[in-house]
């Protein structure tokens, strides 16, 4: 996503030595010019984090202000994956379960 002239990357990551199916999405704002062709180091903000245990949040897709993106719970009770939204507002994270609608569908 362009934001002013800088690119807001969404990133699927783990903590340093965690588990990698325990996953968060992250935030980082670069510059194009620093897309090289290479391997670009960047800062991440982690934004979207596991809520319960066994839960990875993953497959960010951002349209405007809002990202949508799956958390899976594994474990041995339950076994889901589920569609959420995001929107950022008023410093907080607001996240709610996505359903798609008619029109919503009619849209693609």
């Known amino acids: ?3 002013g002239g800088r690119l807001k990357l ?28 290479g391997v670009v180091e960047v800062e991440a903000r982690p934004i979207l984090t596991p809520m319960v245990p066994y839960e ?26 589920t569609t959420y939204m995001a929107r950022e507002s008023n410093g907080g994270i607001y996240i709610e379960p996505f359903v798609p609608t008619a029109s919503f569908c009619l849209e693609l």
């Open 1 to 3: 996503m362009v934001e």
């Open 10 to 37: 969404y990133l699927r990551a783990a903590t340093p030595g965690g588990r990698f199916d325990a996953t968060l999405i992250a935030v980082a704002i670069i510059d194009p010019s620093e897309l090289n062709g």
């Open 56 to 81: 990875s949040v993953e497959g960010p897709r951002a349209c405007g202000n809002m990202v949508y993106h799956v958390r899976a719970c594994c474990s041995k009770l339950l076994d889901a994956v």
